[in-house]
């Protein structure tokens, strides 16, 4: 499975990354994958966060529960839109 990726960019004192490539150096590793390591350690404790649906979701997902039977399959969504 791939997982999406994001790339960022890190300014950091050049002191700071030194230390940090010795550290990765170390361990055998590039330094982004030390310091993916490092945010994988300080994030492992925490719990994803859950959000409890607004009423209006709630209220939009009732309804289209009751509509369901309405819904079409639609093999081409191409040609779907083409012939609407």
Known sequence: MITPQAQIKLNLPLPLKER????????????????????????????????????????AYKQALKNKNKAIFVENIDEYFKNL
């Open 20 to 59: 940090a490539e010795s550290q990765a150096s170390k361990f055998g590793v590039p330094l982004a994958t030390y310091l993916k390591h490092l945010i994988m350690q300080d994030t492992e404790d925490m719990d994803y966060p859950v959000f409890e649906p607004s009423e209006r979701t709630i209220k």
